[in-house]
């Protein structure tokens, strides 16, 4: 399955910081994958955090956006 933007929320934004929220049906693995959120890469920043909810797991991961594609880390 591809992303899916009607599983992705924002649960705050303040300041330039936004707090996502994505559930799906897909492994962790999966949508942690370098260019899963190019669909809304003019939606999220660098340094923003996002929850996920995923098949298999849920995660907290730290996005970074460089040249337009959208990657998601383990916080530090």
Do not use: C, P
Request: charged fraction near 15%; hydrophobic fraction near 50%.
């Amino acid at each position: 399955m591809a992303f899916q933007n009607k599983k992705l929320s924002v649960i705050a934004y303040a300041n330039g910081f936004t707090l996502w929220h994505y559930a799906a049906n897909e492994t962790l693995a999966t949508i942690a994958t370098s260019g899963y959120f190019n669909n809304v890469v003019t939606l999220m920043n660098s340094g923003d955090i996002i929850l996920i909810n995923a098949s298999d797991k849920t995660a907290i991961r730290a996005i970074s956006v460089a040249d337009d594609v959208v990657s998601v880390a383990a916080l530090d």
